[in-house]
């Protein structure tokens, strides 16, 4: 085994934690070994946790509700995914565009909350969104086509860069850079902004109302390019756990400025080895 490289298990605390849900803290409907134990030890010593995905099939409310379920009790005011950062960003520099959201129930209903006018006719759409939409189909194709492409309006933005979203067992299920792809396809159109990981728009959003020293706190998740790759642009520590995307020899094949402060076979050694000893705890449990 190499010597050098990411450690294996957490050294020291952080003053803040911010976590990756898929592949991070659970895998469909079953929470990671080691995840409920570590983020009660995280929350007993007071340091504040906070939670963010890029799916934008999901508002907060129904992470929260995901979580509690899963007997890891969480606030909506805790967790940020791209349903927000969309919203948000749209209202800050775009408030009187008209949409086309290629996306499901969840980010069509917080656009129109947000007050925003949303239109499937291609002569008055100014920002066409992609997303992770199961709904996807030709009709919709045409209409972002049409508003890009024929009528030499609409710009296009996407609410996360990922290919595919994992489930258990290996498999998973076209994700919005599917979307993007077919759109850039058929208008060969730039894509003007991502409002996901790795984008820092996420970090912010998710260390909004923590008072903490980005340099003091640690990003943990699943997937180089999204989590790992955002804490590194941030200047903020990372560890990348081997339960979702990234394998150990993706990890090691980066270049030593490009790997994550840890990697971790399973999430609760972000609880230093000394605070393992005194809680009793070993590898076996969950
Ligand atoms: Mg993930």
Redesign the pocket.
């Known amino acids: 085994m190499a010597t050098t490289g990411p450690l294996r298990h957490a050294a020291e605390f952080y003053d803040a934690y911010v976590f990756?849900?898929?592949?991070?803290i659970y895998l469909g409907d079953h929470l990671l070994p080691g995840a409920a134990r570590m983020i009660a030890e995280l929350r007993r010593r007071g340091i504040p946790v906070r939670f963010l995905?890029?799916n934008p099939t999901k508002d907060p409310q129904m992470y929260s509700d995901k979580l509690t379920k899963l007997g890891v009790e969480t606030s909506v005011a805790d967790i940020a995914n791209t349903v927000v950062t969309t919203t948000r960003w749209l209202q800050a520099n775009h408030p009187d565009a008209v949409l086309f959201p290629i996306a499901e129930e969840p980010l069509q209903r917080a656009l129109r909350e947000a007050g925003f006018t949303l239109s499937e006719d291609p002569e008055e759409i100014d920002i066409v969104i992609a997303s992770y939409d199961r709904t996807f189909d030709y009709r919709k194709l045409q209409i972002a086509f049409d508003a890009i492409w024929f009528h030499k309006r609409a710009f296009l933005i996407t609410t996360n860069p990922d290919r595919f979203c994992?489930f258990p067992g290996g498999r998973g299920e076209p994700d919005a850079a599917a979307i993007v792809g077919a759109i850039q396809g058929c208008t060969g159109t730039e894509l003007v902004k991502n409002l996901g990981k790795p984008d820092p728009i996420m970090l912010h959003e998710a260390l909004a109302n923590v008072d903490v020293e980005v340099g003091r706190s640690m990003m943990v998740?699943?997937?180089l390019q999204?989590?790992i790759q955002m804490a590194l642009d941030g200047g903020m520590a990372s560890a990348c756990v081997l339960t979702?995307?990234a394998t150990e020899a993706d990890v090691l094949d980066r270049s030593a400025d490009q790997q994550p402060t840890l990697l971790l076979d399973r999430i609760d050694r972000l609880i230093p080895q000394a605070a393992w000893d005194e809680l009793g705890w070993s590898d076996t449990d969950d």
Not at 20 to 24: A, R, S, V
């Open positions: 990756d849900l898929d592949g991070t995905s890029n994992p998740g699943d997937r999204t989590d979702g995307e």
